[in-house]
């Protein structure tokens, strides 16, 4: 009952905790190319910001918007491998 409380005042709740691995597409150079990979991250912290946006820190230099899930942030390795299939063939 006290969840459903804080849910309804407007508690937002992350859909990552720290610990967790999320799976972000990116593109690297190589050599003259730039080609779309997996990056494999350690979710360190989740931070909310003033706009109410929500990043997972990942290490000391990197953030991630968890509002790009399910575009180019996925909580699974097989959904991530799925959208980067799906990018390849669309392009």
Do not use: Q
């Amino acid at each position: 009952h006290v969840a459903e409380y804080l849910l309804r005042s407007g508690v937002r709740v992350p859909p990552v905790k720290v610990g967790d691995t999320i799976y972000e597409i990116c593109e690297r150079r190589k050599g003259d190319k730039w080609v779309k990979i997996i990056s494999e991250r350690v979710v360190h912290g989740v931070e909310i910001g003033i706009n109410g946006s929500m990043t997972a820190r990942c290490g000391t230099t990197i953030s991630v918007f968890l509002s790009y899930i399910g575009k180019t942030v996925f909580l699974t390795r097989e959904e991530a491998e799925n959208a980067l299939k799906e990018s390849d063939e669309n392009a």
